[in-house]
């Protein structure tokens, strides 16, 4: 058992390795232990890899690119959109206010106009009930009729 410690104990001497640094003989020591060829295939399966992330990279480039453009592109109309519905919505604001002036008028100098109007509305929606439920169709009750716009 004193011979087999004795063995273990022994270690090359130092003198072939005081050329080198502590991390190059760790290095020079790992490298007899490792097969060179499954060294090499790993190297390659990396250099695949690494051209492999190298096209994702560029794709995603330019995929990213791309979308820069159409964000621009988009949000301009956007804004565009957006500033001409805010007019519309002023002046659609500015004729309902027009029409209820022009309404409230003719309320206040026509009472007798205004009342009549009122009755042939309601005599119309009458001949309008009275019409579908005499015909039976569910068509000619449906709110995309023609004939009320």
């Not at 007899?32 to 096209?55: H, T």
């Not at 621009?72 to 519309?88: I, N, R, V, W």
Request: with cysteine; proline share 3%; glycine share 2%.
């Amino acid at each position: 058992m004193a011979d087999t410690t004795s063995e273990l104990d022994e270690t090359p001497s130092i003198e072939c390795f005081q050329n080198y640094t502590a991390p190059e003989v760790s290095i020079q020591g790992i490298a007899g232990i490792v097969n060179q060829e499954d060294v090499e295939s790993m190297i390659i399966a990396q250099k695949e890899m690494l051209q492999r992330f190298e096209k994702t990279n560029e794709m995603l480039t330019n995929c990213n690119s791309l979308s820069m453009s159409h964000l621009k592109t988009t949000s301009q109309d956007l804004k565009k959109h957006t500033q001409m519905l805010a007019e519309l919505r002023k002046d659609l604001d500015s004729t309902f206010k027009r029409i209820a002036t022009i309404r409230s008028k003719i309320k206040v100098q026509h009472p007798d106009l205004q009342k009549s109007i009122l009755e042939e509305k309601q005599k119309e929606l009458e001949q309008k009930t009275v019409d579908s439920s005499s015909s039976g169709s569910a068509s000619t009750a449906s709110p995309y009729n023609s004939d009320t716009n």
